[in-house]
């Protein structure tokens, strides 16, 4: 079969809102040879899950197609009627996305769910639930009979996840669609998925169209990439090439913002592509890029750009001679804080354990959680989901008490437990910046109410003398005061973060907790974000202790690692040694899964099984159930090790004496 | 399952004791003396005082509550003042006719509030969308007495075709005639809260993931609709029918009053009236069990839907 899987030519598409016609896709063209798969990447807004929705044409009711063709597998899809659509989605493309809880029903048993996938396609009951089992076991479900008859609620994030893909790969599909199908998920777990797709679309010979914001994965799932801006394509080519000499300012751009392998807040400052991203629907200039673009010159602005051509690569641009010479932007170098150890710290957790009672059972969320934070420094919380690092913030942000009174001290004083008893200099000096924005601000209320509220309730600052010192907050996270009388609908989510950490600092905190601050950002605005962090650490000597499952931007912020399993510490060290080693196991391991921009990934470590339920912790070593370096003999399984001191002044929990935690290969 | 059900069970009969305490403290302060209400004004006070000593009506509040709960919990809710009768002769049948008139509410309310609602979220924001709303939340805030004397006039008075009012008895036919109307008039008010709930419900079935997957299954629309979208869109429907079985009690008070129809709520009315303390607190009370029996059958009916509910603590 020659047909390309996918092929889309000069694709129009355009939303409805209010009567105006907003045009998302601007002529994409793009074709996925049989067995290939194609990367799509760009900011949010671009039109990447567009273009995906587009290809099997499942569309909100206000979508316009202008112009273009898409044909799957050498079939129009845009011509064909809902019947033939229907059999299309059956029988040659399926779909996975983000969020496997919410994709499956959570009314009905995975089976019924699964087997339907297969009954579509005309088999008969007793041969579509046989063949619902020989695919749960493609997808490396070890019991599959037990999956079957649990309901998606009962299965954790990375077995939803497998169902899914499961049932997309019933009908053996040409192409297979995956949007963000990892998003959401651990690294351990998102290592575990990649590597599945991966075999899977190798045995199947499925075409793949792979959508993520997160580059690493792009890059060690995909042949070739495609760069969307605006709704137009403005480079492609093959991905190892694309990822290492981009030709495009735009995929320059792109990938600069990342925390480099290694790079750190005190060695250097991130960089972030200046200005927004056009409206959907706006007159776009002759160049989609022209208003970001750091090459721009008369020719961007009067001329389209045509694709230029070379080897195996198209971009659309008036300067590609130019694009590997584009200077890093001038940035000020970070600034190295040394940070003094030798005042008390601003924080100090002795001991600290919390357990949950669920359903008559205790949950040990955290068991004996020492850790000191001093000011200025930044301690970064590393660990899978159920590890604890949220409920250690929430304990000391005072959202639940810990179990023992007096664990936790701020500046040597005792906090109160709960936040509602703690008196207002206590609240004070906690404060948290969430994940997402949205949810955290008040969306009725303009940003200058948000803030000068703030201000007087939690600065204690009286009204009268609100104004000059609501213009120093706005001006130190970087926002103008034209922005106060906005509504955070209004505000793109970076400049929502950029209200929220305004919030969180107008009291002058001692301590932000930071609870993946970035994670629901596009990269360019991260930069720009762990940047503002960086700054105001810096003036404000204030301390962070900062959740991130991107160990990228972890390491990039963080003086300090603590490194949390189960509720309890398995490591805490320098940031430069916790990653580069020697390390903890379970650290080696976390650190293995994540993947890398650039390519040259370490040789991943897998681990056995999913972290175990804190209900019933494994006996020793709480790690030794899915350690890959488990000694010989049954001292890790009968006893716990205990936090042995290392030479940089950190801690480790780890039977295997420290100089020998070095990786086997070095 | 087997848990939740001893759960629910376990506090159904807390609240029945708490009910009947309530009752019981309620109707023994209500004013006025019960013995010169029954005599009537011109009986002499040593009378009044004997017959007051005969029902019992002197001793310590929680002696007499004990042996009025004793006395229920045998299925003897004493003798009524006005027809010097047992309670109980007449309540088992104000009871089946209430039951009847309720069951026959819902039978016309749920699936009419439940397709309307359906309807209105297929049309979201055309005109069928807007007109279903408003005719449901117009009916929802017009009182009983106005949507039942409407029916009334243009049913039994204009058209004749039903009685315009009467008892729940009689042949099955004339039975049946009675109950259309007063039934019609709960439905008018229930119609908007169920209509609105199997909209929203609807509305985000229809927008959640799991219909997105089970449509680019390839399924028809049908069975998408049949097997995703309807049990999920009904389960925060069935919890408001619920929440609005306690209305539909209240509502059974004025609407059978007016139609003089001879359930629980007009028995109520008129023991309130007659200062017929044991026929009130009888009366009353099954209407607490009856209610606390239709909300326990529709969380039963919600976690028989909701596996999340069901399996709660069960793993």
């Known amino acids: 079969m020659s047909e390309p899987a996918l092929a889309v030519d000069d694709l129009r598409l355009a939303y409805v809102v209010r009567g105006r016609s907003l045009e998302v896709l601007r002529d994409v063209s793009l074709r996925i040879e049989p067995g290939e798969s194609y990367g799509l990447v760009g900011e949010s807004g671009c039109g990447k899950s567009t273009a995906a929705y587009a290809a099997i044409r499942y569309l909100p009711p206000n979508a316009r197609i202008l112009g273009g063709s898409v044909r799957l597998a050498g079939r129009d899809v845009l011509a064909m009627g809902t019947a033939d659509l229907r059999h299309l989605r059956a029988e040659t493309v399926s779909m996975v996305y983000q969020d496997p809880g919410q994709a499956l029903n959570p009314t009905i048993k995975v089976g019924p769910q699964l087997i339907e996938a297969f009954t579509v396609l005309g088999l008969q009951p007793d041969e579509a639930a046989h063949r619902a089992r020989d695919t749960l076991a493609k997808v490396q479900i070890a019991d599959p009979e037990l999956v079957l008859n649990r309901y998606p609620h009962q299965l954790s994030g990375g077995m939803q996840q497998r169902v899914v893909i499961a049932m997309a790969l019933a009908c ?12 959401g998920l651990d690294a351990t777990v998102e290592a575990e998925v990649l590597q599945l797709v991966r075999d899977l679309r190798i045995e199947y010979g499925t075409a793949v169209l792979f959508i993520s914001h997160d580059l690493g994965a792009i890059r060690s799932m995909c042949d070739r990439v495609g760069v969307l801006y605006a709704g137009k394509l403005v480079e492609e080519g093959p991905a190892d090439e694309v990822f290492d000499e981009p030709a495009h300012p735009y995929s320059v751009g792109l990938l600069r913002c990342l925390p480099r392998h290694g790079s750190r807040k005190g060695a250097q400052r991130l960089e972030s592509i200046p200005g927004f991203l056009p409206e959907p629907g706006a007159d776009l200039p002759t160049c989609v890029f022209v208003d970001r673009c750091p090459l721009v010159d008369d020719v961007c602005r009067t001329e389209v750009p045509e694709w230029t051509m070379f080897d ?76 604890g690092k949220t409920t250690l913030a929430h304990t000391v942000l005072g959202l639940h008490p810990p179990d023992e009174p007096d664990t936790i001290y701020c500046d040597g004083q005792p906090l109160v437990a709960t936040a509602r008893r703690r008196a207002d200099d206590q609240v004070r000096a906690i404060q948290i910046v969430f994940q997402n924005p949205d949810s955290a601000l008040n969306r009725r209320h303009s940003v200058r109410r948000i803030m000068s509220r703030t201000l007087r309730k939690l600065a204690g600052i009286p009204r009268s003398e609100v104004e ?61 974000i762990l940047n503002l962090l960086a700054d105001l650490q810096r003036e404000e000597a204030t301390s962070y202790l900062f959740i991130s499952h991107d160990l990228r931007v972890v390491r990039y912020l963080s003086d300090r690692i603590a490194v949390l399993y189960l509720g309890r510490i398995m490591e805490l060290g320098p940031a430069e040694r916790v990653f580069d080693g020697p390390h903890h196991p379970y650290t080696e391991a976390l650190l293995s899964a994540a993947p890398s921009v650039e390519g040259n990934s370490r040789p991943r470590i897998s681990l056995e099984g999913e972290i175990p339920s804190a209900v019933n912790p494994p006996s020793g070593c709480v790690f030794h159930t899915r350690c890959p370096r488990r000694l010989d003999g049954d001292m890790c399984s009968t006893i716990e090790p205990p936090l042995t001191p290392t030479p940089d002044g950190g801690v480790i929990r780890c039977h295997i004496p420290f100089d020998q935690l070095s990786r086997a290969g070095e | 399952m087997t848990r939740y059900l001893i759960r629910r069970l376990g506090l159904a009969v807390i609240t029945l004791v708490l009910l009947s305490m309530v009752v019981f403290l309620v109707a023994s302060v209500l004013p006025g003396s019960v013995g010169r209400a029954i ?65 026959a509410t819902l039978v016309i309310v749920i699936p009419l509030g439940i397709i309307g609602g359906a309807i209105a979220a297929f ?83 229809l927008a959640a993931d799991y219909t997105r997957t089970a449509t680019l299954k ?51 009315a008129k023991a309130a009236e007659d200062r017929d303390v044991p026929m009130l607190m009888a009366s009353v009370f099954v209407v607490g069990v009856f209610s606390m029996i239709m909300t326990l059958l529709a969380d039963l009916l919600t976690a028989w839907l909701n596996p999340r509910v069901r399996l709660e603590g069960a793993e």
């Open chain 1, 468 to 528: 000059p010192k609501l213009r120093d907050v706005v001006s130190s996270v970087r926002l103008t005061e034209q922005h106060l009388d906005m509504r955070p609908s209004q505000l793109s989510g970076g400049l929502k973060q950029r209200v929220a950490i305004g919030r969180a600092f107008a009291g002058e905190p001692r301590i932000v907790v930071c609870d993946e601050p970035t994670s629901a950002l596009d990269v360019s605005v991260q930069a720009a």
């Open chain 1, 172 to 183: 053996d599909p040409t192409l297979l669609i995956l949007d963000e199908p990892t998003t």
């Open chain 2, 123 to 205: 049309r979201k924001g055309r005109p069928t969308d807007r007109i279903i709303t408003i005719v449901g939340l117009t009916l929802a805030v017009t009182p009983e007495f106005v949507v039942g004397i409407v029916l009334i006039l243009v049913f039994a008075v204009r058209l004749k075709w039903l009685p315009p009012g009467g008892s729940g008895d009689g042949t099955i036919g004339e039975q049946l005639k009675a109950i259309v109307l007063p039934a019609l008039t709960l439905s008018a008010i229930l119609f908007g809260y169920i209509a609105r709930m199997a909209r929203a419900g609807t509305i985000n079935a």
């Open chain 2, 39 to 103: 005599l009537g004004p011109f009986a002499e006070q040593q009378s009044v005082d004997n017959l007051n000593e005969e029902l019992g009506l002197n001793g310590p509040v929680h002696i007499r509550y004990l042996r009025w709960a004793g006395d229920a919990f045998r299925g003897d809710f004493g003798e009524s003042y006005k027809f010097r009768a047992p309670v109980m002769d007449f309540l088992p049948g104000a009871f089946v006719a209430s039951l009847k008139l309720a069951l």
């Open chain 2, 218 to 268: 390839g399924l028809t629309w049908l069975q998408v609709m049949r097997r995703h979208v309807l049990r999920n869109a009904m389960l925060p429907t069935i919890a408001v029918i619920a929440s609005q079985m306690s209305y539909l009690l209240g509502g059974l008070l004025v609407t059978e009053t007016m139609f003089n129809y001879k359930g629980l709520g007009l028995l109520i």
């Open chain 1, 312 to 387: 195996d690569r198209s971009v659309r641009c008036h300067h590609v001679d130019k694009v590997p010479a584009i200077v890093h932007a001038e940035l000020p170098a970070g600034v190295e804080v040394v940070i003094d150890r030798s005042t008390p710290p601003v924080l100090e957790l002795k001991s600290v354990s919390k357990t949950f009672h669920q359903h008559g059972k205790k949950v040990q969320a955290l068991r004996d959680v020492s850790l000191s934070l001093y000011a200025g420094e930044t301690v970064g919380l590393v660990g899978e989901s159920g590890s």
